[in-house]
Structures are given as structure tokens and as C-alpha cells.
């Protein structure tokens, strides 16, 4: 079965820059959307076809893909970015819908 | 504004099945390109992608749990239902439903319910 491969954690200094990694074998055809999720709330949706940023998402998130990894960075990151982030996509058929294992941001 | 907001069950039993249901608002599922889907979240663990229904009636089901899903949909109520057959405690997880909008050959959820937690125990 497909899978997307993230890092367990990261951790940077308030106003750092934060990068989270997504690999997986379909990603250069396939978009990539990160979700962000705090603790005891829904997911919410942050980046959706690679790079483009929903309404209402701060402009310090932004995302990028090449070859078989997409990246969500978070430039000046706030303590208030603290939470879960997950990779979402599909294999190169479009049949399997995955996320990626999760990666906890600590900002500290 | 859309809204979703899952309702069910919070604890069944091994064996049982388990019934829930997704009402939303702020979009219509008979309008081409709109779906609903079911993701789960295991205490402490990661999402899990397990199925979704389209406008045109098309159905996606996570292939290892295909024979236990089925979800449909009620367009004059505004609702989705999932259920799932034979429960198991590893079943025990939040269940959230989610708006899925397709364009271009791509999917994207992009608003998700509050999320209601099941728990699967004798």
C-alpha cells in the first residue's frame, strides 16, 4: 500500500523558520495538502495543491514540491503554531488517499 | 459557510455495527464537484483516509476495510451516513466527516467536522 513519510517531530525558536517534510513515491505527480491539528481540535487545512494558501492562513505558511518530497515551511514560526501537521495525497492512480504519519511542531 | 457535524454512537460493543451520521451545511451534494468523506483518528495516533461519497453517487473506500464500509447519502436532508459491520476495539478512534471538493481529477478536504469519538468495548 502507498505511504507518506514524515518526520516525528521538529522543534525550532519562536521566529525561526520551521520546514516539514512529506516523501512519497507519487508526489511528483500527485498534489500534496498539510493539514495543521491542535491538540483536542479537528484538522484545518493549510496548504492544498502544494503550494497555494487557503483564505485566512497567515502568509508565514507556505509549501513547495520536488520530485518525491513536498515541504511545509513556516517562516517566523509562533508559538501559537504549536500542533500536529499533516501530509495528505494520493498514490499515482489515484485509488489510495493517504496521510502522512504526522509530524509534532514544537515551538519553544 | 460550511459546517459539519458528525452524530453516533459513542460506545458499541465487539461484533456490533456502528452507524454515523454526517449533517452539514453551506453546500449542496448534488452540486457537481462537491463529496463528502469519513476520516478516523486513533487515540494518540494518526488520520486514517476511510471512504467518500461524490454529487454523482461515485463511492472511494479505503481498500483494506472495504468489506466492513458503506456510506451513502441523503441529498433532501443534507446528511452522509457511514457504517461500518463487525467492530473491533482497534475501531476505537474520532471519526470525523469532511467536505471534499473536486476539481480538475484532484480531491481536496478542505473543512471538517468537529469530530465525534466511538469507542469500541464489551
Known amino acids: 500500500s502507498y505511504e507518506l513519510t514524515q518526520p516525528p517531530s521538529v522543534s525550532v525558536s519562536p521566529g525561526q523558520t520551521a520546514r516539514i517534510t512529506c516523501s512519497g513515491d507519487?508526489?511528483?505527480?500527485?498534489?500534496a495538502y498539510w493539514y495543521q491539528q491542535k491538540s483536542g481540535q479537528a484538522p484545518v487545512l493549510v496548504i492544498y495543491?502544494?503550494?497555494k494558501r487557503p483564505s485566512g492562513i497567515p502568509e508565514r505558511f507556505s509549501g513547495s514540491s520536488s520530485g518525491t518530497m513536498a515541504t511545509l515551511t513556516i517562516s517566523g514560526a509562533q508559538v501559537e503554531d504549536e500542533a500536529d501537521y499533516y501530509c495528505?495525497?494520493?498514490?499515482?492512480?489515484?485509488?489510495?488517499?493517504?496521510f502522512g504519519g504526522g509530524t509534532k511542531l514544537s515551538v519553544l | 459557510q460550511i459546517t459539519l457535524k458528525e452524530s453516533g454512537p459513542t460506545l458499541v460493543k465487539p461484533t456490533q455495527t456502528l452507524t454515523l451520521t454526517c449533517t452539514f451545511s453551506?453546500?449542496?451534494?448534488?452540486?457537481?464537484?462537491?463529496?463528502v468523506g469519513w476520516i478516523r483518528q486513533p487515540p494518540g495516533k494518526a488520520l486514517e483516509w476511510l471512504a467518500l461519497?461524490?454529487?454523482?453517487?461515485?463511492?472511494r473506500y479505503r481498500p483494506s476495510l472495504k468489506s466492513r464500509l458503506t456510506i451513502t447519502k441523503d441529498t433532501s436532508k443534507n446528511q452522509v451516513v457511514l457504517t461500518m459491520i463487525n467492530m473491533d476495539p482497534v475501531d476505537t478512534a474520532t471519526y470525523y466527516c469532511?467536505?471534499?471538493?473536486?476539481?480538475?481529477?484532484?480531491?481536496?478536504?478542505?473543512?471538517w467536522g468537529q469530530g465525534t469519538l466511538v469507542t469500541v468495548s464489551s
Open positions: 495528505y495525497s494520493t498514490d499515482s492512480s489515484g485509488n489510495h488517499r493517504v
Open positions: 453551506g453546500f449542496s451534494l448534488s452540486t457537481s464537484g462537491m463529496g
Open positions: 495543491e502544494d503550494s
Open positions: 507519487a508526489l511528483p505527480k500527485k498534489y
Open positions: 461519497i461524490y454529487w454523482d453517487d461515485d463511492k
Open positions: 469532511a467536505h471534499i471538493r473536486r476539481t480538475g481529477g484532484y480531491e481536496q478536504i478542505d473543512y
